[in-house]
DNA sequence: TTGTCATAATGTATGACAAAAGCAATACGG
DNA sequence: CCGTATTGCTTTTGTCATACATTATGACAA
């Protein structure tokens, strides 16, 4: 009855994979160090060797750690995580500093966005416009500020899916987990008349095959969002970085 | 001493995850379907039941499949899957034409790599430019048209580990598997001393910290990739892509 | 320095039981 | 008589325990 928040209830090799994949994106184990051996994770978290042996196999396929006989489990260089992976984003989410990387995210969006816009506009099906169309009429018919953001999600998502191209979908998937709050957080009240505007042309470029106008008016409606962002949440998220970050 | 090119020698768990994860992206089993219970895939390939629920779990981890008790376990919609994972990515070339998939790459290069460039330049450490010069020398000393690519590889990895932003470092992972051969292919002779020239165009703007000229380099240099590939591959690498693959 | 060996860690196999979910048969009510 | 709910069976995944194989490390000895 009382599972916490929402982790209990599911299988205990998840929540073993939760633990260790939070502690090591957490950075609590340093790249290169090795984890404790696997009777000793059992211990500590009293459950079998076979459910501590199956989350290691869920984080090796994520590319977080790798392990030889003898030498033990080592954390990987998070150069190759599958950082786009929803369980890593997940852990990275848990962990650092929210803005930092919703940031981050924003500048994917910013160089993929667009090209995805303009790859829609000439190779999405009818489906796929339909997803499209059915995010800017969820939007438009939305009551509360949830289902706002809801179809403002399928919206974004559907772009990436119109692509035609499974490379882009990844980045699609990464909306349902990261961008729920961040767009729960700019869709407040006056900003959506324009918004909707904004979103709309998106749509008729795709639908139009207008590949160029397409990217344009994604490039207007991630300009904005940009502003939105910068002015709630701060600064990070101007646009381009700055240049004192550099060390040289 | 003969190890079967290198499939053998690596632990039996790969080796099933690699033949169910071929099998799934080949599109044998089919989105929804089940595959065949655990203890069944036990005797079809001769091996323990702890193996495959490892390679079940490596899976999973990947979006491929989920599994529940009795209803089995289930082959998810491509749209979940971690395209970008170096596994499916292997699944993936294995199975299918070759170009269709080089060329799906491409356009995700086209859309990220300038900006990735770009970021580039605002936020490279002194030991990410290293990287990139490195890169470039390398390109400038190789004899052997292996290690030519080799260095061109590290060049633009190089380039999206300098954003400092891990969402841009899947894509990078993504060279080591699938450009090899492509640009094993483009790097034969003639073409060397032009693409040497632009290459150090990219390393020049970003060394100087100017991003809008680290992006037009980096499209310049992406165009003359495409003409190469072109030419060498097949129209599929044309850009934009044909209209006539809308259904309305 | 090199070779060998003990050892500690992961890798594999087996067998047993728990838990969940589909399915069918059954019982109940309309 | 038909439809619906309930109950119980059974299949499949989930977890545990144990034993043994394999491999690489590190120490020791030649």
Redesign the pocket.
Known sequence: MFQTSNALRR?????VTDRVGSSIVRGEIGVGE???????I?EMM??????V??A??TLTGKGLIE???????RVRPPEQWNQLDPDVLRWHLESAEIDRYLAKLFQLRSAVEPAAAALAATHAHEDDIARIRAGCDGMDAAQTNEAFVAADIMFHQAIYFATRNEFFWPIAQMFEITLRQSFTIAATGSHRPRALIEHRAVLDAIVAGDAEAARAATVVLLAHSADDLVRIRGREFETPSPRDARKR
Do not use: D
């Not at 299988?11 to 929540?15: C, E, P, T």
């Open positions: 299988s205990v090799h998840s929540q090795t984890l404790p051996p696997e009777m000793q059992c009293a459950v079998s060797r076979t459910v042996r199956e290691i196999r392990s030889r006989p003898k030498s033990g489990t």
